[in-house]
């Protein structure tokens, strides 16, 4: 059971970058495909279309961050549980934003390549759904802190460990002081 409980803490501690990345890739594409036909049907501001099909990347950054902050905490089979419960949840939040994300960005460069004046008021829904995504990066950086990869120092909280019996079979085992 060991070795599951292990696997899974790696899954954790590896799921917010692999699930942001995974996010960003489908936002970005979405927008970038956008870009691209807006591209096609208006003579200048380009530079404006590719930036904007970018902003779901942001996800995968957050993702990293939080990965490596779980790994400082390291996998234990007392950890592994918190690191898989942050980590996986963390990781579909920041999917799913970016992916929302990339929607938005879409939605932005297509109604901008008609009415450029509307342009930045366009990526107002995206910037939202980019702050949902800060949310959980921050709550996620928190909440990692009360990770305990160790047991507690609290000798009460300490289960008892008892020595082996002596040889004669009439005494009972004693408990060892481990301090």
């Known amino acids: 059971m060991e070795p599951l409980i292990l696997a899974l803490g790696w899954a954790g501690l590896f799921a917010p970058m692999a699930l942001g990345a995974i996010g960003s890739i489908l936002g970005c594409a979405k927008a970038g495909q956008a ?21 779901p990347s942001s996800q995968t950054i957050y993702g990293i961050v939080v990965m490596f902050t779980l790994n400082g905490i390291g996998v234990t089979t007392l950890s592994a549980p918190g690191l898989l419960s942050v980590g996986v949840l963390c990781g579909v939040a920041l999917l799913m934003s970016a992916v ?5 960005c879409a939605s932005a460069i297509n109604v901008s390549k008609s ?47 008892t020595a082996p019996a002596d040889a004669s079979a009439d005494s009972p085992a004693k408990p060892v002081d481990e301090n």
């Open 35 to 55: 870009a691209c036909g807006a591209m096609l049907e208006v003579e200048s501001g380009y530079g404006r279309y590719v930036g904007v099909s970018a902003l």
């Open 100 to 104: 929302f994300q990339g929607a938005c």
């Open 115 to 161: 009415k450029t004046e509307v342009f930045g008021l366009s990526v107002a829904p995206a910037a939202i759904v980019e702050g949902f995504a800060v949310f959980v990066f921050v709550f996620a950086l928190v909440v990692s802190g009360n990770i305990k990869a160790d047991a507690p120092e609290d000798a009460s909280q300490k289960p008892a460990v």
